[in-house]
Structures are given as C-alpha cells and as structure tokens.
C-alpha cells in the first residue's frame, strides 16, 4: 500500500512569495489533514477535510493560507502572502474511518519551507 | 480545553537501559492515544494506539505503553534503549466522539549515550 506522497520536500523562498504544497492521501482514505511543524514544537493542525469537505480550519490563518481538496482526493495547501514564521515543516495525513470514526493518521515525509 | 502534555522536553539515557517517556491528557472522555516517532527529516510513524480494551498495549519496535485512567496519563516505555531510538516522540489523542481533531504534545527529544 502507498504511503502518504507529498511535494516539494524542500522549498525556499523570500518573505511576501506565494508557495503551494501538494499532498497525495492513501488510496480510500476519506479524511485528510494538514499539519504545521514549527521547530521544536509538536505538529499544530491547519485544516481537516472529510472527502472533499471541510471539517475543522479554525487554526488556519485565513488571511493568507487557504486549502482545498476539490475531488476529495488530492489536497493543496498554499500560502499567499508567505512570512518568515511561516518557516516550519507542512505535514500531510489521511485515515479512514470505520464504524463511522476516524482511525489513526497516516503521515506524508513533509515539505520542509524555509521563507527568506 | 483538550490537550496533550509531554512534561519532559529532553530524555538522556544509555543505550540498553530503560525508558519511559511521559504523557498526560485533558479530555472530557477517554480520548483515542497514539504515540507517534519523528526521526530527522522524517515523516512521523505510529508506534503503538490505544482505542479501549487492553490498557496495556505493544506496538512496533519493542515500545509498549500503558493506558491509566486515573492519572489521565499514557506512558511509554521500552525495557532496552537501542541507539536508533534516539528521535523525537510524540503522544497524540482524539476525541474518541463528535469531531475527531488529533491533538499532538510538543514531543519528547531522546537522546541516546553509548
């Protein structure tokens, strides 16, 4: 079974750019999350999909990170403008769920961002 | 407000001794557990869960936790440290009904001495 796939790995760019995050969950699983990693600090969530809707974007700072997931699928996470304490590791998951609940996450390997 | 507490931000031990690594929740109702290992540059692998039943429970590379209700607590342990231990570790709960946010603690560095 393929794993959580998630691209770039590593990206660098200046205060102000715009970057986009791309996430690949495992096959059928239903819901998908996006993830924060400061350094140093434990994984914050950004946003929760369940198909292709939104179950939970309230740590999303929605004046410049914006998420979507249109064919319940595949996932993008971008940030528009980008700030320096925007650098931190992004994190994808996914998992299924049974008997109507949500099983344990599935991680990707991350994009490691480094803004400038 | 639920949350994970990790309390220890650092543990040093020496290869082959033992290890147990501290959680701590704060949940209306027993939420789902996992333990969750980071090494550099990596993703995070789930050790072990717990869901109900068994309070005890053993996961992947020899690590086991055990669930106490009354000390709201999910310790790991590991009888035997090996020098590929050393990562970062990370509890997480989920409420185990209505909306099922994952929280993470701030995680655990190991450090491993020969």
């Known amino acids: 079974e393929a794993g959580v796939a998630q691209s770039p790995r590593y990206k660098i760019i200046e205060k102000r750019q715009s970057v986009a995050f791309w996430c690949n969950p495992i096959s059928g699983h239903a819901t998908l999350y996006w993830y924060q990693q400061i350094l140093g600090q434990g994984p914050k969530l950004l946003i929760q999909f369940q198909n292709n809707g939104v179950v939970d974007d309230s740590q999303l700072p929605k004046d410049r990170f914006s998420a979507e997931r249109l064919k319940g699928v595949d996932s993008t996470l971008k940030i528009q403008p980008a700030k320096l304490e925007d650098s931190a590791v992004y994190l994808c998951?996914?998992?299924?769920?049974?008997?109507?609940?949500?099983?344990?996450?599935?991680f990707g390997q991350g994009t490691r961002l480094t803004v400038v | 407000a639920q949350s994970v507490t990790q309390p220890d931000i650092h543990i040093t031990v020496s290869e082959g001794a033992s290890l147990e690594l501290r959680c701590n929740y704060s949940y209306g109702a027993t939420p789902y557990l996992f333990w969750y290992v980071q090494s550099p540059g990596q993703g995070l692998q789930l050790l072990l869960k717990y869901f109900s039943g068994d309070t005890l429970v053993q996961g992947i590379k020899g690590f086991e936790a055990e669930f106490k209700r009354s000390q709201s607590s999910f310790n790991l342990r590991k009888p035997s440290v090996h020098w590929s231990d050393a990562a970062e570790y990370f509890c997480?709960?989920?409420?185990?009904?209505?909306?099922?946010?994952?929280?993470f603690g701030r995680g655990t560095s190991l450090i491993v001495h020969p």
């Open positions: 998951a996914s998992s299924s769920r049974a008997r109507g609940r949500d099983t344990e996450a599935f």
């Open positions: 997480a709960a989920k409420s185990s009904g209505g909306s099922y946010i994952p929280t």
